[in-house]
């Protein structure tokens, strides 16, 4: 089968396909005939900065081609997506039984690999939050794969979006579109009036701004690859609290999955939708790369593998 993988840290031009054996699957182990694979920032990044070349994991989403000893929860044939740490850049993928759900019948690969994983991002961004009716939200990296679910989300809660972006120009029209009020870019002298909650998924100076961003008693959620600082005596003169977390390993799989059910069912609904920047053939995959490392993404960029 082919497969995306780069041997040396470096930009889009590392990333190379090559031939290698399908993989079987472990104990408690799906193998997935990729349809769609989500490409991430915290990807390209760490092929980028390293420290050194490691599987290329990500979202995926496809069919159960075999079954792992000991999987009790799928059969072959089911349409599945999911968060991969193996080789997720490839036409076959193993994928834990415990990071699976199933897609739907109604849904196609690439909407699966925009809306679950970066819609999980994003609903525990707002749970972190605790985010009230009528209250104020500033959102970094809107435009992202992650930022497009919680503008949405976010809406639903009720309260306001003030979308901070990296280049106001293309992405601020794009980010209204999904429900923000106001925008901001991250170079711009003032982001307006103080928020109560920080959604800040960039990190670096960026994270420092949302800080000075917070009003009295506001409430930062951190989740950035990227790390940076915050300054305590920021944080006590808004009386402000901050927290944070990486998604990883479903610490509450209950809860993720009754989560996922309700991401779908609002999907259903039709208020939450998926935006796509691009579908990227999986040979092109240095392209893709190209275009998050732009920073010009609107929405979602995805693998499509035929
Ligand atoms: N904690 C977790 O478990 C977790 C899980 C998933 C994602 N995340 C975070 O959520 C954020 C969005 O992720 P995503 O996968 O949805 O992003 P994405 O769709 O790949 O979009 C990436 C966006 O990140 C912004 N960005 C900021 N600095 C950048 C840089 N130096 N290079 C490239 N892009 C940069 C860009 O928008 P602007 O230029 O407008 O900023 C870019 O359009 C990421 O920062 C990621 O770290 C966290």
Not at 27 to 39: D, F, I, K, T
Not at 138 to 163: D, N
Not at 186 to 204: I, K, T
Request: a neutral charge; one cysteine or more; proline letters at 6%.
């Amino acid at each position: 089968m082919r497969r995306v993988n780069y041997a040396v840290n470096g930009g889009p031009e590392v990333l190379f396909v090559e031939d290698v054996p399908t993989p079987v699957p472990g104990p408690s182990q799906l193998l997935v005939r990729c349809e769609a694979v989500g490409v991430t920032w915290p990807a390209v990044r760490r092929v980028r900065e390293g420290p050194e070349p490691v599987p290329l994991g990500g979202e995926v989403a496809g069919v159960v081609e075999a079954l792992g000893p000991g999987v009790r929860g799928f059969r072959l044939g089911d349409r599945v997506t999911g968060l991969c740490f193996e080789h997720a850049y490839a036409e076959r993928a193993v994928l834990a039984e415990h990071m699976a759900s199933r897609v739907p019948e109604h849904a196609d690969a690439v909407t699966a690999v925009a809306l679950v994983h970066s819609g999980l991002v994003a609903r525990k961004a707002c749970a972190a939050g605790l985010i009230g009716r009528g209250e104020s939200v500033l959102i970094t990296a809107a435009a992202s794969g992650v930022g497009t679910m919680a503008i949405q989300l976010v809406r639903a809660h009720g309260a306001r979006v003030v979308a901070a972006v990296g280049d106001k120009q293309d992405k601020g029209a794009f980010v209204r579109t999904l429900g923000a009020e106001a925008v901001v870019g991250y170079d711009d002298p003032s982001w307006g009036e103080p928020v109560d909650v920080a959604l800040e998924c960039v990190g670096g100076e960026v994270l420092d701004k949302a800080v000075r961003a917070l009003g009295r008693g506001g409430r930062l959620v951190a989740f950035g690859a990227q790390p940076g600082a915050i300054c305590s005596g920021e944080l006590m003169t808004r009386g402000a609290s901050a927290t944070g977390f990486r998604m990883g390993s479903p610490a509450t799989p209950s809860l993720y999955a009754c989560w996922r059910d309700e991401l779908w069912d609002w999907h259903r609904e039709g208020w939450l939708r998926t935006r796509v920047h691009a579908e990227i053939p999986l040979a092109r995959a240095a392209r893709a790369h190209e275009v998050i490392e732009s920073r010009a993404n609107l929405g979602k960029v995805v693998l499509v593998v035929d």
